[in-house]
């Protein structure tokens, strides 16, 4: 059986919905072929259950790419407000939570019925459980399936990166980009935690739980967030964030009392020994990883300089991670399609004319806080607007 449509969106996540329902308003006939038994998965389980869904705040400065001003087109002509006036339009309440972060006040499955709902008024099919076997192009995209064959000059990749292979992802879209002879940069798991050595996982890891507010430094990149010492290594918001911007086998600074002078205490009391040392640090960090920490690094003497050097060493804590947690713990995957590849205006193949690109599976990586969201949004909204 033969199914035509104006345009064929692959992947039914937060990409291929917005762009889906843009280009139904616009009077496409538009089929959206999702491989999973229901549409947004990834949505669902994001923010905690609630979905951050964008950042009040969002700028081009806010994405990790090998063209940083790639992403700027898109963002500027699909903004946060565009997507919270939907999320005011369905009347799903939401709040802001810290740095612009906005979250449905409910849960993520409003956004998922916010966009089966836009679909259905635009006309959308949404098709599930359809795994596609083959692709061809010849005058227009065939698109072969188990039981049908879709057809339409407009075929939309949306079908997002390796990040959380038990929601199903896979490298569906990058092998489908090298199939048309498009070049890709490398992925790796972004917004991860981190993985210490074995040497550090002894020193640190039993303190798992234990959570402070740091600022973590890859190359000329900082956060300042909360840090949490996982069983394996390193997690919280600090860690994700600067593990988008950190190479394998560097290091990360940590500074662990950022503002705050951490042997002020040690250097007015009367007596100088570990004990007041441990005492006064723990006023700063918390306090069995103070201890911990003063364990490894507290000076063989209490002269001021060698205060002086543990004052350094406090806030330029320094660690080679050995690993992150990979694409099963990644809330993103960087890298992906080459943004060299694509218009900045509506994503759409410089070399294979009809066939787009949307959302994760392209090389554009937000950091934490709702940036993929607006990502998905805003570069699935070019499409649908360009089919």
Same mark, same amino acid.
């Given at each position: ?17 917005? =762009? ?37 705040? =969002? ?30 339009? !369905? ?27 836009? =679909? ?15 692709? /061809? ?22 079908? @997002? ?32 935690? $981190? ?5 550090? /996982? ?18 000329? /990149? ?26 394998? @086998? ?8 950022? @503002? ?20 006064? $640090?723990? /006023? ?30 406090? !806030? ?32 759409? =193949? ?38």
């Amino acid at each position: 059986m033969v199914k035509t449509y104006d345009a064929l969106i692959l992947g039914g996540g937060a990409a291929g919905l917005l =762009c889906a329902l843009e280009a139904g308003k616009r009077g496409r006939r538009v089929a959206v072929l999702e491989r999973a038994d229901r549409i947004g998965k990834k949505i669902l389980i994001s923010g905690g259950g609630r979905c951050n869904f964008t950042n009040l705040y =969002c700028e081009p400065g806010n994405f990790v790419s090998a063209n940083p001003h790639f992403a700027k087109s898109a963002l500027a002509h699909y903004t946060p407000a565009d997507f919270i006036a939907l999320v005011e339009k !369905h009347r799903i309440p939401y709040h802001e939570k810290t740095l612009g972060q906005l979250f449905c006040d409910r849960s993520s499955q409003d956004i998922t019925d916010l966009l089966e709902a836009e =679909c259905r008024l635009a006309g959308v099919q949404i098709i599930l459980n359809r795994r596609v076997e083959e692709i /061809q192009r010849t005058t227009e995209f065939a698109v072969r399936t188990a039981t049908a064959e879709y057809r339409a000059p407009a075929l939309v990749v949306a079908t @997002g990166g390796l990040s959380i292979p038990k929601l199903g992802a896979t490298a569906f879209g990058y092998d489908l980009a090298r199939q048309f002879g498009l070049k890709a940069r490398k992925t790796r798991p972004a917004l991860v935690p $981190l993985v210490l050595g074995p040497e550090d /996982q002894s020193r640190y890891c039993d303190l798992a739980g234990v959570s402070t507010e740091v600022i973590a430094t890859s190359g000329r /990149q900082s956060f300042r967030e909360k840090m949490l010492i996982t069983h394996r290594g390193l997690s919280g918001p600090a860690i994700l964030q600067i593990s988008s911007y950190w190479n394998h @086998g560097k290091p990360i600074r940590i500074d662990l009392a950022p @503002g705050r002078t951490v042997t002020a205490a040690i250097r007015e009391a009367k007596v100088r020994n570990v004990a007041a040392a441990r005492a006064a $640090l723990q /006023q700063v960090l918390p306090r069995r990883f103070a201890t911990r920490w003063l364990d490894r690094h507290a000076p063989s003497s209490w002269t001021n300089p060698a205060l002086a050097k543990l004052e350094q060493q406090a !806030h330029e804590w320094t660690l080679t991670p050995a690993d992150t947690e990979g694409y099963e713990k990644a809330e993103v995957t960087a890298g992906g399609v080459d943004t060299d590849e694509l218009s900045a205006r509506t994503m759409e =193949c410089r070399k294979v004319p009809g066939l787009f690109f949307v959302g994760e599976v392209v090389d554009v990586t937000g950091q934490l806080g709702g940036f993929n969201f607006q990502w998905a949004w805003a570069s699935g909204a070019a499409t649908g607007r360009a089919l």
